[in-house]
Protein backbone atom coordinates (compact mmCIF):
# COMPACT_ATOMS: atom_id res chain seq x y z
CA UNK A 1 0.00 0.00 0.00
CA UNK A 2 2.90 2.35 0.91
CA UNK A 3 4.44 1.79 -2.56
CA UNK A 4 0.89 3.28 -4.27
CA UNK A 5 0.61 6.27 -2.21
CA UNK A 6 4.05 7.34 -2.54
CA UNK A 7 3.89 7.10 -6.58
CA UNK A 8 0.39 8.54 -6.44
CA UNK A 9 1.57 11.69 -4.10
CA UNK A 10 5.04 11.61 -6.93
CA UNK A 11 2.46 11.94 -9.71
CA UNK A 12 0.28 14.38 -8.50
CA UNK A 13 3.05 16.94 -7.06
CA UNK A 14 4.30 16.82 -10.92
CA UNK A 15 0.39 17.29 -12.46
CA UNK A 16 -0.47 20.00 -9.74
CA UNK A 17 2.77 22.49 -10.18
CA UNK A 18 2.76 23.36 -14.01
CA UNK A 19 -1.18 23.35 -13.24
CA UNK A 20 -1.07 26.61 -11.64
CA UNK A 21 -2.24 29.42 -13.52
CA UNK A 22 -1.60 32.94 -13.49
CA UNK A 23 -3.67 35.46 -13.10
CA UNK A 24 -7.62 35.75 -12.08
CA UNK A 25 -9.27 35.27 -15.17
CA UNK A 26 -7.47 31.96 -15.63
CA UNK A 27 -7.99 30.57 -12.50
CA UNK A 28 -11.69 31.27 -12.87
CA UNK A 29 -11.60 29.47 -16.36
CA UNK A 30 -10.14 26.38 -15.48
CA UNK A 31 -10.93 26.36 -11.34
CA UNK A 32 -13.66 23.38 -12.86
CA UNK A 33 -10.95 21.46 -15.01
CA UNK A 34 -8.23 21.64 -12.34
CA UNK A 35 -9.95 21.69 -9.02
CA UNK A 36 -8.20 18.79 -6.93
CA UNK A 37 -10.94 16.68 -6.29
CA UNK A 38 -11.44 16.83 -9.98
CA UNK A 39 -7.75 15.80 -10.70
CA UNK A 40 -7.84 13.30 -7.96
CA UNK A 41 -10.77 11.45 -9.83
CA UNK A 42 -9.79 11.11 -13.15
CA UNK A 43 -6.15 9.96 -12.01
CA UNK A 44 -7.79 7.25 -10.05
CA UNK A 45 -9.89 6.37 -12.80
CA UNK A 46 -6.85 6.42 -15.66
CA UNK A 47 -4.39 4.23 -12.95
CA UNK A 48 -7.38 1.85 -12.55
CA UNK A 49 -7.89 1.80 -15.74
CA UNK A 50 -4.26 1.20 -16.88
CA UNK A 51 -3.48 -1.71 -14.37
CA UNK A 52 -6.19 -3.42 -15.59
CA UNK A 53 -4.71 -3.73 -18.81
CA UNK A 54 -1.21 -3.97 -18.29
CA UNK A 55 -1.96 -6.19 -15.32
CA UNK A 56 -0.09 -9.60 -16.94
CA UNK A 57 3.13 -7.33 -17.39
CA UNK A 58 3.13 -6.31 -13.42
CA UNK A 59 4.26 -10.07 -12.72
CA UNK A 60 7.28 -10.08 -15.00
CA UNK A 61 10.93 -9.96 -13.84
CA UNK A 62 13.61 -8.26 -15.16
CA UNK A 63 14.51 -8.23 -18.77
CA UNK A 64 16.89 -7.84 -20.89
CA UNK A 65 18.67 -4.25 -20.08
CA UNK A 66 16.83 -4.21 -17.12
CA UNK A 67 19.67 -6.42 -15.52
CA UNK A 68 22.51 -3.95 -16.43
CA UNK A 69 20.76 -0.94 -15.78
CA UNK A 70 19.06 -2.48 -12.48
CA UNK A 71 18.93 -5.34 -10.89
CA UNK A 72 22.89 -6.06 -11.33
CA UNK A 73 23.76 -2.29 -10.34
CA UNK A 74 25.79 -2.07 -7.30
CA UNK A 75 25.39 2.04 -7.80
CA UNK A 76 21.57 1.32 -6.42
CA UNK A 77 22.42 -0.61 -3.35
CA UNK A 78 25.02 1.66 -1.30
CA UNK A 79 23.80 4.72 0.68
CA UNK A 80 26.88 6.14 -1.48
CA UNK A 81 24.89 5.50 -4.87
CA UNK A 82 22.88 8.16 -5.02
CA UNK A 83 25.96 10.51 -4.77
CA UNK A 84 27.70 8.87 -7.66
CA UNK A 85 24.54 9.09 -10.01
CA UNK A 86 24.71 12.41 -9.84
CA UNK A 87 28.39 13.71 -9.57
CA UNK A 88 30.39 10.79 -11.19
CA UNK A 89 30.19 10.86 -14.88
CA UNK A 90 30.38 6.65 -15.72
CA UNK A 91 28.80 5.37 -12.80
CA UNK A 92 26.18 4.08 -14.27
CA UNK A 93 25.21 3.58 -17.64
CA UNK A 94 24.40 7.07 -19.48
CA UNK A 95 23.98 9.82 -17.39
CA UNK A 96 19.80 10.04 -16.42
CA UNK A 97 20.36 10.57 -12.59
CA UNK A 98 16.36 11.65 -12.09
CA UNK A 99 15.52 8.25 -13.52
CA UNK A 100 18.27 6.26 -11.30
CA UNK A 101 17.30 8.13 -8.03
CA UNK A 102 13.83 7.01 -8.58
CA UNK A 103 15.74 3.67 -8.59
CA UNK A 104 17.84 3.85 -5.72
CA UNK A 105 15.14 4.72 -3.79
CA UNK A 106 13.08 1.48 -5.17
CA UNK A 107 16.23 -0.12 -3.93
CA UNK A 108 16.05 1.99 -0.21
CA UNK A 109 12.79 1.29 0.31
CA UNK A 110 11.58 -1.88 -0.82
CA UNK A 111 14.43 -3.52 -2.34
CA UNK A 112 13.50 -3.10 -6.60
CA UNK A 113 10.81 -5.22 -6.01
CA UNK A 114 9.77 -5.89 -9.67
CA UNK A 115 6.07 -5.43 -8.61
CA UNK A 116 6.23 -2.54 -7.17
CA UNK A 117 8.39 -1.08 -9.97
CA UNK A 118 6.28 -2.19 -13.26
CA UNK A 119 2.93 -0.57 -10.99
CA UNK A 120 4.81 2.73 -10.38
CA UNK A 121 5.78 2.51 -14.57
CA UNK A 122 1.79 1.93 -14.97
CA UNK A 123 1.04 4.80 -12.49
CA UNK A 124 3.13 7.07 -14.18
CA UNK A 125 2.09 6.29 -17.38
CA UNK A 126 -1.81 6.83 -15.97
CA UNK A 127 -0.27 10.83 -14.99
CA UNK A 128 0.92 11.55 -18.27
CA UNK A 129 -2.76 10.65 -19.68
CA UNK A 130 -4.32 12.86 -17.71
CA UNK A 131 -1.49 15.40 -18.15
CA UNK A 132 -2.00 15.34 -21.68
CA UNK A 133 -6.09 15.38 -21.61
CA UNK A 134 -5.62 18.63 -19.35
CA UNK A 135 -3.07 20.43 -21.47
CA UNK A 136 -5.75 19.67 -24.75
CA UNK A 137 -8.56 21.17 -22.11
CA UNK A 138 -6.41 23.88 -21.78
CA UNK A 139 -6.47 24.57 -25.48
CA UNK A 140 -9.68 24.56 -25.88
CA UNK A 141 -9.74 21.17 -27.77
CA UNK A 142 -12.62 18.88 -28.58
CA UNK A 143 -11.93 15.25 -27.68
CA UNK A 144 -9.69 15.76 -25.09
CA UNK A 145 -10.70 13.24 -23.23
CA UNK A 146 -10.77 10.50 -25.68
CA UNK A 147 -7.06 11.56 -26.77
CA UNK A 148 -6.19 11.05 -23.10
CA UNK A 149 -7.54 7.73 -23.07
CA UNK A 150 -6.73 6.74 -26.66
CA UNK A 151 -2.70 7.53 -25.28
CA UNK A 152 -3.05 5.53 -22.14
CA UNK A 153 -4.56 2.78 -24.02
CA UNK A 154 -2.54 2.70 -27.34
CA UNK A 155 -0.13 -0.81 -27.30
CA UNK A 156 2.36 1.48 -29.44
CA UNK A 157 3.15 2.39 -25.59
CA UNK A 158 3.32 -1.25 -23.96
CA UNK A 159 7.24 -1.11 -24.37
CA UNK A 160 7.47 1.90 -22.72
CA UNK A 161 5.46 1.19 -19.84
CA UNK A 162 5.96 -2.71 -18.89
CA UNK A 163 9.51 -2.81 -19.58
CA UNK A 164 11.01 -1.42 -16.56
CA UNK A 165 14.00 0.07 -18.00
CA UNK A 166 11.72 2.30 -20.12
CA UNK A 167 10.56 4.44 -16.74
CA UNK A 168 13.13 7.09 -18.46
CA UNK A 169 10.38 7.43 -21.29
CA UNK A 170 7.27 7.76 -18.67
CA UNK A 171 9.27 9.71 -15.95
CA UNK A 172 10.51 12.03 -18.63
CA UNK A 173 7.32 12.32 -19.98
CA UNK A 174 5.80 13.54 -16.84
CA UNK A 175 7.95 16.58 -16.21
CA UNK A 176 7.59 17.34 -19.93
CA UNK A 177 3.82 17.33 -19.88
CA UNK A 178 4.53 19.44 -16.90
CA UNK A 179 6.84 21.97 -18.54
CA UNK A 180 3.72 21.96 -21.29
CA UNK A 181 1.55 23.12 -18.60
CA UNK A 182 3.81 25.65 -16.58
CA UNK A 183 4.13 27.13 -20.52
CA UNK A 184 0.91 27.80 -21.34
CA UNK A 185 0.17 29.58 -18.28
CA UNK A 186 2.85 31.69 -19.14
CA UNK A 187 1.32 32.13 -22.76
CA UNK A 188 -1.85 32.96 -21.21
CA UNK A 189 -0.93 35.26 -18.83
CA UNK A 190 1.08 37.42 -21.20
CA UNK A 191 -1.76 37.25 -23.48
CA UNK A 192 -3.88 38.78 -20.38
CA UNK A 193 -1.21 41.20 -19.64
CA UNK A 194 0.03 40.26 -16.40
CA UNK A 195 3.55 38.89 -15.33
CA UNK A 196 4.71 35.82 -15.86
CA UNK A 197 8.06 35.23 -14.74
CA UNK A 198 7.02 32.48 -11.77
CA UNK A 199 5.50 30.21 -14.87
CA UNK A 200 8.61 30.99 -16.91
CA UNK A 201 10.85 29.50 -14.00
CA UNK A 202 8.57 26.74 -13.59
CA UNK A 203 8.78 25.49 -17.28
CA UNK A 204 12.95 25.92 -17.12
CA UNK A 205 12.73 23.86 -14.07
CA UNK A 206 10.60 21.05 -15.23
CA UNK A 207 12.38 21.02 -18.59
CA UNK A 208 15.67 20.50 -16.82
CA UNK A 209 14.13 18.11 -15.06
CA UNK A 210 12.77 16.22 -17.91
CA UNK A 211 16.67 15.99 -19.27
CA UNK A 212 17.91 14.68 -16.46
CA UNK A 213 15.31 11.62 -16.50
CA UNK A 214 16.12 11.19 -20.11
CA UNK A 215 17.67 13.42 -22.99
CA UNK A 216 15.46 12.94 -25.33
CA UNK A 217 13.08 15.21 -24.29
CA UNK A 218 15.14 18.18 -25.68
CA UNK A 219 12.95 18.95 -28.63
CA UNK A 220 10.46 20.18 -25.91
CA UNK A 221 11.10 24.16 -27.71
CA UNK A 222 9.40 23.08 -30.76
CA UNK A 223 6.09 21.64 -28.86
CA UNK A 224 6.36 24.62 -26.52
CA UNK A 225 6.48 27.20 -29.72
CA UNK A 226 3.22 24.78 -31.42
CA UNK A 227 1.52 25.47 -27.94
CA UNK A 228 1.80 29.12 -28.28
CA UNK A 229 1.32 29.76 -31.66
CA UNK A 230 -1.98 27.43 -31.76
CA UNK A 231 -3.25 29.71 -28.41
CA UNK A 232 -1.97 33.21 -29.54
CA UNK A 233 -2.02 32.49 -33.18
CA UNK A 234 1.08 35.11 -32.95
CA UNK A 235 4.97 33.76 -33.75
CA UNK A 236 7.24 36.59 -33.42
CA UNK A 237 6.61 37.45 -29.58
CA UNK A 238 6.98 33.75 -28.29
CA UNK A 239 10.07 33.45 -30.41
CA UNK A 240 12.32 35.69 -27.80
CA UNK A 241 11.06 33.72 -25.13
CA UNK A 242 11.93 30.94 -26.30
CA UNK A 243 15.60 31.47 -26.38
CA UNK A 244 16.71 30.27 -22.93
CA UNK A 245 15.34 27.11 -23.72
CA UNK A 246 17.01 26.45 -26.95
CA UNK A 247 20.07 27.20 -25.67
CA UNK A 248 18.93 24.36 -23.43
CA UNK A 249 18.24 22.03 -26.01
CA UNK A 250 21.97 22.48 -27.69
CA UNK A 251 23.65 21.90 -24.27
CA UNK A 252 21.80 18.88 -24.25
CA UNK A 253 22.40 17.90 -28.12
CA UNK A 254 25.98 18.16 -27.35
CA UNK A 255 25.80 16.62 -24.50
CA UNK A 256 23.67 13.58 -26.02
CA UNK A 257 26.07 13.38 -28.57
CA UNK A 258 29.19 13.03 -26.53
CA UNK A 259 27.74 10.72 -23.61
CA UNK A 260 26.67 8.19 -26.67
CA UNK A 261 30.15 8.25 -27.97
CA UNK A 262 31.11 7.14 -24.69
CA UNK A 263 29.15 4.90 -24.19
CA UNK A 264 30.11 3.09 -27.27
CA UNK A 265 27.87 4.61 -30.20
CA UNK A 266 30.69 4.43 -32.50
CA UNK A 267 32.30 2.10 -34.82
CA UNK A 268 31.49 -0.31 -37.84
CA UNK A 269 27.68 -0.35 -36.25
CA UNK A 270 26.97 3.53 -36.89
CA UNK A 271 28.89 3.61 -40.58
CA UNK A 272 26.32 5.72 -42.10
CA UNK A 273 26.90 8.09 -44.65
CA UNK A 274 25.31 12.07 -44.47
CA UNK A 275 23.34 11.15 -47.62
CA UNK A 276 21.82 7.79 -46.06
CA UNK A 277 21.00 9.62 -43.14
CA UNK A 278 19.01 11.92 -44.48
CA UNK A 279 17.41 9.11 -46.54
CA UNK A 280 16.53 7.29 -43.38
CA UNK A 281 14.88 10.45 -42.30
CA UNK A 282 11.42 9.88 -44.30
CA UNK A 283 11.33 6.05 -43.69
CA UNK A 284 11.78 6.46 -40.03
CA UNK A 285 8.82 8.98 -39.61
CA UNK A 286 6.90 7.20 -41.94
CA UNK A 287 7.41 3.57 -40.10
CA UNK A 288 6.56 5.12 -37.39
CA UNK A 289 3.30 6.51 -37.94
CA UNK A 290 1.97 4.12 -39.52
CA UNK A 291 2.25 1.63 -36.50
CA UNK A 292 0.79 4.50 -34.88
CA UNK A 293 -2.26 4.50 -36.99
CA UNK A 294 -2.38 0.89 -37.30
CA UNK A 295 -0.84 -1.00 -34.13
CA UNK A 296 -0.91 -4.24 -35.81
CA UNK A 297 2.70 -6.55 -36.05
CA UNK A 298 4.01 -4.44 -32.86
CA UNK A 299 8.11 -6.23 -32.17
CA UNK A 300 10.32 -5.71 -29.18
CA UNK A 301 12.88 -5.41 -31.98
CA UNK A 302 12.26 -5.01 -35.46
CA UNK A 303 14.84 -5.92 -38.83
CA UNK A 304 17.46 -3.63 -39.25
CA UNK A 305 17.03 -1.93 -42.78
CA UNK A 306 19.23 -1.88 -45.34
CA UNK A 307 19.57 1.79 -46.37
CA UNK A 308 20.78 2.26 -50.03
CA UNK A 309 20.95 5.77 -51.45
CA UNK A 310 18.86 5.28 -54.23
CA UNK A 311 15.81 8.04 -55.28
CA UNK A 312 13.42 5.71 -54.20
CA UNK A 313 14.57 5.43 -50.79
CA UNK A 314 14.91 9.26 -51.09
CA UNK A 315 11.64 9.36 -52.05
CA UNK A 316 10.14 9.04 -48.31
CA UNK A 317 12.33 12.18 -47.20
CA UNK A 318 11.67 14.59 -50.19
CA UNK A 319 7.44 13.98 -49.60
CA UNK A 320 8.12 14.67 -45.90
CA UNK A 321 10.02 17.57 -46.48
CA UNK A 322 7.40 19.01 -48.72
CA UNK A 323 4.82 18.34 -46.18
CA UNK A 324 7.11 20.33 -43.37
CA UNK A 325 7.59 23.13 -45.95
CA UNK A 326 3.41 23.27 -46.56
CA UNK A 327 2.64 23.46 -42.90
CA UNK A 328 5.23 26.37 -42.39
CA UNK A 329 3.31 28.19 -45.15
CA UNK A 330 -0.06 27.24 -43.31
CA UNK A 331 1.12 28.22 -40.21
CA UNK A 332 2.48 31.38 -41.40
CA UNK A 333 -0.84 32.52 -43.53
CA UNK A 334 -3.33 31.40 -40.71
CA UNK A 335 -5.95 31.28 -42.49
CA UNK A 336 -7.96 27.71 -41.59
CA UNK A 337 -7.48 25.97 -37.96
CA UNK A 338 -7.65 22.69 -39.54
CA UNK A 339 -4.74 23.96 -41.65
CA UNK A 340 -2.74 24.91 -38.55
CA UNK A 341 -3.50 22.08 -36.65
CA UNK A 342 -2.47 19.76 -38.83
CA UNK A 343 0.60 21.46 -39.36
CA UNK A 344 1.33 21.61 -35.70
CA UNK A 345 1.04 18.43 -34.98
CA UNK A 346 3.91 17.31 -37.86
CA UNK A 347 5.74 19.72 -35.86
CA UNK A 348 5.14 18.17 -32.86
CA UNK A 349 5.50 15.00 -34.06
CA UNK A 350 8.99 15.08 -36.73
CA UNK A 351 10.79 17.48 -33.91
CA UNK A 352 10.63 14.49 -31.35
CA UNK A 353 11.22 12.07 -33.20
CA UNK A 354 14.51 13.50 -34.67
CA UNK A 355 17.10 12.47 -31.80
CA UNK A 356 15.74 9.07 -32.72
CA UNK A 357 15.75 9.20 -36.63
CA UNK A 358 19.53 8.15 -37.29
CA UNK A 359 20.36 11.89 -37.90
CA UNK A 360 22.82 11.70 -34.93
CA UNK A 361 24.44 8.41 -33.77
CA UNK A 362 22.73 6.68 -30.66
CA UNK A 363 24.18 3.15 -29.34
CA UNK A 364 20.45 1.36 -29.97
CA UNK A 365 21.24 2.09 -33.79
CA UNK A 366 23.28 -1.02 -33.78
CA UNK A 367 20.35 -2.97 -33.43
CA UNK A 368 17.64 -1.61 -35.34
CA UNK A 369 16.74 1.98 -36.82
CA UNK A 370 13.30 1.87 -34.99
CA UNK A 371 11.92 1.25 -31.72
CA UNK A 372 8.12 1.65 -30.56
CA UNK A 373 9.64 3.51 -26.99
CA UNK A 374 11.02 6.11 -29.38
CA UNK A 375 7.50 7.43 -29.99
CA UNK A 376 6.15 7.40 -26.42
CA UNK A 377 6.69 11.66 -26.86
CA UNK A 378 6.37 12.26 -30.50
CA UNK A 379 2.70 10.26 -30.95
CA UNK A 380 1.18 13.17 -28.73
CA UNK A 381 0.77 15.01 -31.73
CA UNK A 382 -1.11 12.78 -34.18
CA UNK A 383 -2.67 11.10 -31.09
CA UNK A 384 -4.35 15.43 -30.19
CA UNK A 385 -4.72 16.04 -33.97
CA UNK A 386 -6.83 12.68 -35.00
CA UNK A 387 -8.68 12.57 -31.42
CA UNK A 388 -9.51 16.10 -31.57
CA UNK A 389 -10.64 15.69 -35.57
CA UNK A 390 -12.41 12.36 -35.12
CA UNK A 391 -14.55 14.34 -32.21
CA UNK A 392 -15.70 16.87 -34.48
CA UNK A 393 -16.85 14.41 -36.72
CA UNK A 394 -18.47 12.42 -34.56
CA UNK A 395 -20.52 15.47 -33.35
CA UNK A 396 -22.32 14.65 -36.64
CA UNK A 397 -22.51 11.05 -36.40
CA UNK A 398 -25.41 9.49 -33.72
CA UNK A 399 -23.10 6.10 -32.81
CA UNK A 400 -20.07 8.46 -32.37
CA UNK A 401 -19.70 7.48 -28.44
CA UNK A 402 -20.41 3.98 -29.60
CA UNK A 403 -17.29 4.32 -32.13
CA UNK A 404 -15.09 5.83 -29.55
CA UNK A 405 -15.78 2.95 -27.02
CA UNK A 406 -15.03 0.38 -29.51
CA UNK A 407 -11.99 1.54 -30.15
CA UNK A 408 -11.13 1.93 -26.74
CA UNK A 409 -12.15 -1.45 -26.00
CA UNK A 410 -9.90 -2.45 -29.31
CA UNK A 411 -6.60 -0.75 -27.88
CA UNK A 412 -7.16 -1.93 -24.50
CA UNK A 413 -7.15 -5.91 -25.74
CA UNK A 414 -3.95 -4.69 -28.08
CA UNK A 415 -2.09 -3.82 -25.32
CA UNK A 416 -3.21 -6.64 -23.01
CA UNK A 417 -1.83 -8.92 -25.53
CA UNK A 418 1.52 -7.04 -25.36
CA UNK A 419 1.94 -6.65 -21.90
CA UNK A 420 1.53 -10.45 -21.36
CA UNK A 421 5.34 -11.03 -22.92
CA UNK A 422 6.63 -9.22 -21.03
CA UNK A 423 6.34 -12.05 -18.30
CA UNK A 424 9.35 -13.78 -19.12
CA UNK A 425 12.43 -13.12 -21.36
CA UNK A 426 12.43 -16.39 -24.00
CA UNK A 427 8.75 -15.69 -24.26
CA UNK A 428 9.93 -11.73 -25.20
CA UNK A 429 12.41 -12.91 -27.74
CA UNK A 430 10.01 -15.86 -29.54
CA UNK A 431 7.35 -13.06 -29.79
CA UNK A 432 9.68 -10.59 -31.57
CA UNK A 433 10.83 -13.18 -33.87
CA UNK A 434 7.27 -14.13 -34.51
CA UNK A 435 6.66 -10.87 -35.56
CA UNK A 436 9.99 -10.23 -37.15
CA UNK A 437 12.11 -13.15 -38.24
CA UNK A 438 14.92 -10.82 -39.45
CA UNK A 439 15.56 -9.26 -36.44
CA UNK A 440 19.34 -10.49 -34.99
CA UNK A 441 18.93 -8.89 -32.77
CA UNK A 442 15.95 -11.02 -31.09
CA UNK A 443 17.65 -14.08 -33.07
CA UNK A 444 20.85 -13.75 -31.33
CA UNK A 445 19.67 -12.89 -27.64
CA UNK A 446 17.23 -16.22 -27.62
CA UNK A 447 20.04 -18.28 -29.04
CA UNK A 448 22.52 -17.06 -25.47
CA UNK A 449 19.17 -17.72 -23.58
CA UNK A 450 18.75 -21.11 -24.45
CA UNK A 451 22.78 -21.54 -24.16
CA UNK A 452 21.94 -20.25 -20.83
CA UNK A 453 19.35 -21.88 -19.70
CA UNK A 454 19.96 -25.84 -21.29
CA UNK A 455 23.75 -25.93 -21.97
CA UNK A 456 26.07 -24.68 -24.52
CA UNK A 457 25.12 -25.20 -27.96
CA UNK A 458 20.85 -25.09 -27.08
CA UNK A 459 20.66 -21.68 -29.19
CA UNK A 460 23.27 -22.16 -31.67
CA UNK A 461 20.57 -22.00 -34.20
CA UNK A 462 19.22 -19.02 -33.59
CA UNK A 463 22.93 -17.91 -33.64
CA UNK A 464 23.45 -19.13 -36.80
CA UNK A 465 20.50 -17.70 -37.98
CA UNK A 466 21.36 -14.06 -36.90
CA UNK A 467 24.30 -14.31 -38.59
CA UNK A 468 22.52 -14.98 -42.00
CA UNK A 469 20.90 -11.65 -41.39
CA UNK A 470 23.65 -9.52 -40.07
CA UNK A 471 27.03 -10.95 -40.51
CA UNK A 472 28.41 -8.36 -37.88
CA UNK A 473 26.71 -9.38 -35.56
CA UNK A 474 29.08 -9.26 -32.98
CA UNK A 475 27.80 -12.06 -30.17
CA UNK A 476 26.43 -14.46 -32.83
CA UNK A 477 30.07 -14.70 -34.22
CA UNK A 478 31.70 -15.46 -31.05
CA UNK A 479 28.41 -17.50 -30.41
CA UNK A 480 28.89 -19.78 -33.07
CA UNK A 481 32.61 -19.01 -33.01
CA UNK A 482 32.46 -21.06 -29.64
CA UNK A 483 30.20 -23.94 -30.66
CA UNK A 484 33.09 -24.33 -33.65
CA UNK A 485 35.76 -24.92 -31.44
CA UNK A 486 33.75 -27.55 -29.16
CA UNK A 487 33.69 -29.46 -32.26
CA UNK A 488 36.99 -29.56 -32.94
CA UNK A 489 36.67 -26.96 -36.06
CA UNK A 490 39.49 -24.64 -34.95
CA UNK A 491 39.93 -22.78 -38.22
CA UNK A 492 36.26 -21.94 -38.95
CA UNK A 493 36.18 -20.58 -35.55
CA UNK A 494 38.86 -18.59 -35.81
CA UNK A 495 37.58 -16.73 -39.18
CA UNK A 496 34.46 -16.09 -36.77
CA UNK A 497 36.47 -14.57 -34.03
CA UNK A 498 38.28 -12.63 -36.28
CA UNK A 499 34.97 -11.01 -37.88
CA UNK A 500 34.01 -10.25 -34.48
CA UNK A 501 37.33 -8.43 -33.95
CA UNK A 502 36.69 -6.44 -36.69
CA UNK A 503 33.22 -4.96 -35.09
CA UNK A 504 34.63 -4.64 -32.18
CA UNK A 505 38.45 -4.48 -31.95
CA UNK A 506 38.66 -3.69 -27.92
CA UNK A 507 35.46 -5.99 -27.04
CA UNK A 508 36.87 -8.41 -24.04
CA UNK A 509 34.61 -11.31 -25.08
CA UNK A 510 36.50 -11.94 -28.64
CA UNK A 511 39.72 -11.63 -26.68
CA UNK A 512 38.53 -14.17 -24.31
CA UNK A 513 37.28 -17.11 -26.69
CA UNK A 514 40.49 -16.57 -28.61
CA UNK A 515 42.70 -17.37 -25.67
CA UNK A 516 39.74 -20.40 -24.86
CA UNK A 517 40.41 -21.47 -28.33
CA UNK A 518 44.41 -21.79 -28.32
CA UNK A 519 43.96 -23.27 -24.80
CA UNK A 520 42.05 -26.63 -26.28
CA UNK A 521 44.65 -26.95 -29.08
CA UNK A 522 47.02 -27.11 -25.79
CA UNK A 523 48.53 -24.12 -27.09
CA UNK A 524 49.04 -22.60 -23.87
CA UNK A 525 51.68 -19.85 -24.42
CA UNK A 526 49.19 -18.23 -27.63
CA UNK A 527 46.04 -18.37 -25.00
CA UNK A 528 47.78 -16.46 -22.40
CA UNK A 529 48.90 -14.30 -24.69
CA UNK A 530 45.19 -13.28 -25.92
CA UNK A 531 43.97 -13.22 -22.56
CA UNK A 532 46.77 -11.10 -21.29
CA UNK A 533 45.63 -8.70 -24.27
CA UNK A 534 42.20 -8.58 -22.94
CA UNK A 535 43.03 -8.17 -19.68
CA UNK A 536 44.50 -5.40 -20.45
CA UNK A 537 41.85 -3.45 -22.35
CA UNK A 538 39.30 -4.72 -18.91
CA UNK A 539 41.31 -5.38 -16.31
CA UNK A 540 37.70 -5.88 -14.63
CA UNK A 541 36.29 -8.34 -16.79
CA UNK A 542 35.93 -11.54 -14.22
CA UNK A 543 36.45 -14.00 -17.56
CA UNK A 544 39.62 -12.77 -17.98
CA UNK A 545 40.94 -12.92 -14.66
CA UNK A 546 39.77 -16.46 -14.32
CA UNK A 547 41.00 -18.16 -16.99
CA UNK A 548 44.97 -16.36 -16.96
CA UNK A 549 44.74 -17.59 -13.30
CA UNK A 550 43.84 -21.04 -14.87
CA UNK A 551 46.20 -21.17 -17.17
CA UNK A 552 49.03 -19.82 -14.89
CA UNK A 553 48.29 -22.32 -12.25
CA UNK A 554 47.13 -25.08 -13.76
CA UNK A 555 49.13 -25.53 -17.34
CA UNK A 556 50.95 -28.75 -18.22
CA UNK A 557 53.71 -26.23 -19.61
CA UNK A 558 56.18 -25.90 -16.91
CA UNK A 559 57.21 -22.37 -18.89
CA UNK A 560 53.98 -20.92 -19.18
CA UNK A 561 52.96 -21.63 -15.10
CA UNK A 562 53.75 -18.87 -12.80
CA UNK A 563 52.24 -19.58 -9.28
CA UNK A 564 53.13 -15.98 -7.52
CA UNK A 565 51.11 -13.97 -10.71
CA UNK A 566 48.63 -16.92 -10.79
CA UNK A 567 47.85 -15.84 -6.99
CA UNK A 568 47.48 -12.24 -7.63
CA UNK A 569 45.04 -12.92 -10.20
CA UNK A 570 42.91 -15.31 -8.13
CA UNK A 571 42.85 -13.29 -5.37
CA UNK A 572 41.85 -10.22 -6.93
CA UNK A 573 39.12 -12.41 -8.55
CA UNK A 574 38.04 -13.71 -5.16
CA UNK A 575 37.92 -10.28 -3.62
CA UNK A 576 33.80 -10.12 -3.81
CA UNK A 577 31.53 -10.69 -0.91
CA UNK A 578 30.45 -14.02 -2.76
CA UNK A 579 32.87 -16.06 -4.72
CA UNK A 580 31.80 -18.25 -6.88
CA UNK A 581 32.64 -21.94 -6.84
CA UNK A 582 34.64 -22.02 -9.85
CA UNK A 583 37.03 -18.73 -8.80
CA UNK A 584 37.83 -20.43 -5.12
CA UNK A 585 38.78 -23.79 -7.00
CA UNK A 586 41.28 -21.16 -9.05
CA UNK A 587 42.52 -19.60 -5.96
CA UNK A 588 42.92 -23.38 -4.15
CA UNK A 589 44.99 -23.94 -7.42
CA UNK A 590 46.85 -21.22 -7.64
CA UNK A 591 47.77 -21.67 -3.29
CA UNK A 592 49.09 -25.10 -4.88
CA UNK A 593 51.11 -23.36 -6.76
CA UNK A 594 52.81 -20.67 -4.81
CA UNK A 595 53.22 -23.77 -2.53
CA UNK A 596 50.68 -21.64 0.13
CA UNK A 597 50.18 -25.39 1.81
CA UNK A 598 47.97 -24.37 5.14
CA UNK A 599 45.84 -22.02 3.11
CA UNK A 600 45.43 -23.80 0.60
CA UNK A 601 44.30 -27.14 2.84
CA UNK A 602 41.20 -25.02 4.46
CA UNK A 603 40.54 -23.80 0.76
CA UNK A 604 40.51 -27.08 -0.66
CA UNK A 605 38.26 -28.04 2.24
CA UNK A 606 35.71 -25.59 1.67
CA UNK A 607 35.88 -26.26 -2.10
CA UNK A 608 34.74 -29.89 -1.42
CA UNK A 609 32.27 -28.70 0.51
CA UNK A 610 30.25 -26.13 -2.16
CA UNK A 611 30.91 -28.72 -4.49
CA UNK A 612 29.34 -31.74 -2.66
CA UNK A 613 26.16 -29.13 -1.98
CA UNK A 614 25.86 -28.05 -5.33
CA UNK A 615 26.70 -31.80 -6.90
CA UNK A 616 29.61 -31.26 -9.14
CA UNK A 617 30.89 -34.79 -7.80
CA UNK A 618 33.85 -34.57 -10.33
CA UNK A 619 35.28 -31.75 -8.66
CA UNK A 620 34.82 -33.04 -5.42
CA UNK A 621 36.55 -36.39 -6.60
CA UNK A 622 39.63 -33.81 -8.24
CA UNK A 623 39.94 -31.58 -5.03
CA UNK A 624 40.32 -34.39 -2.64
CA UNK A 625 42.81 -35.95 -4.50
CA UNK A 626 45.04 -32.59 -4.83
CA UNK A 627 44.12 -32.38 -0.78
CA UNK A 628 45.95 -36.01 -0.20
CA UNK A 629 48.87 -35.44 -2.25
CA UNK A 630 49.29 -32.21 -0.18
CA UNK A 631 48.96 -33.45 3.19
CA UNK A 632 51.36 -36.55 2.14
Given amino acids: ?51 LVYGPALGGGFLWDDTDWIRDNETLRSASGLWRIWFEPGAVIQYYPLT ?17 MHVENVLLHAGNALMFTLLLRRLSLPGAWFAGLVFLLHPVHSESVAWLVER ?26 VASRGALLRTALLYLCALLAKTATLMLPVTMFAIAIWHRRQWRSSVRALVPFALMTLAAATVTIVMERGEGAVGHDWALSLGERIALLGQVVGFY ?29 VVLLAVLTTSVVLVLRMRKPAGVACS ?21 L ?33 AGVGIAALLSVM ?8 ASIYQDLEVLWRDTIAAEPNAWLAQSNLGNLLDQ ?37 FAAAKQLFDRAMQVRPDDPLTFNNLGAMYGAQRNYAEALRWFEAGYQRAPNNRDLLRNMAVVLSQSPDASVRDGARALALANQLNDVPEPSLADEHVLFCARLLASDRRSAISLGERVMYRARREGNLPLVERVGLQLQRLRR
Fill in 366 to 398: RYAFVADHFQYLPSLGPIALLCCGGAYLMRKVP
Fill in 1 to 51: MVDWQAAAALQGLIIALPLHCTGPSCRRRLAAVTSRSHIALCYLAFAALAL
Fill in 100 to 116: YTTWWLDYQLWGLSEVV
Fill in 411 to 418: LAILTWNR
Fill in 289 to 317: LGKLLVPFGLSFSYAKWQVVGSATHWLST
Fill in 453 to 489: RRGPGAGIAHHRRALAIYPDAFEANNAVGNELVRRGE
Fill in 168 to 193: KNTLSAAFYLGACHAWLSHVMATHAG
Fill in 344 to 364: LAMWVYVANLLPVSGLVDYYY
